[in-house]
């Protein structure tokens, strides 16, 4: 059973930490990256950061570099999404998101977690 669920969303003030977690399940053995995303209400998906699974080499949208960290735990198949120095525009739905060996896309995604950053 392919499975990844999210944990951690909430609501902070700004200025403030949140760690958002995605326990994977089921695939992690053929998995390339795996990947956070977010959605804010009215506005397109967008891509947050990746962790590369053979390496652990970390990329990161220009937004929230610096602020955020992706970290994996090995042997409990978890990746965090470590987020601080949250600000209101960080307010949206967090996703994580698996992309395949060989795969171009993310094919696999949790059901989201809420985050809402205060003024």
């Known amino acids: 059973q392919v499975q990844l669920v999210e944990s951690g969303g909430g609501l902070v003030q700004a200025g403030g930490s949140l760690r958002l977690s995605c326990a994977a399940s089921?695939?992690?053995?053929?998995?390339?990256?795996m990947g956070w995303f977010r959605q804010a209400p009215g506005k397109e998906r967008e891509f947050v950061g990746s962790i590369r699974w053979s390496d652990d080499n970390t990329y990161y949208a220009y937004s929230v570099k610096g602020r955020f960290t992706i970290a994996r735990d090995n042997a409990k198949d978890t990746v965090y999404l470590q987020m601080n120095g949250l600000k209101p525009e960080d307010t949206a739905v967090y996703y994580c998101?698996?992309?395949?060996?060989?795969?171009?896309?993310?094919?696999?995604w949790g059901q989201g977690t809420q985050v809402t950053v205060s003024s």
């Open positions: 089921g695939f992690t053995s053929s998995t390339a990256f």
């Open positions: 998101a698996r992309r395949g060996v060989g795969s171009n896309s993310y094919d696999y």
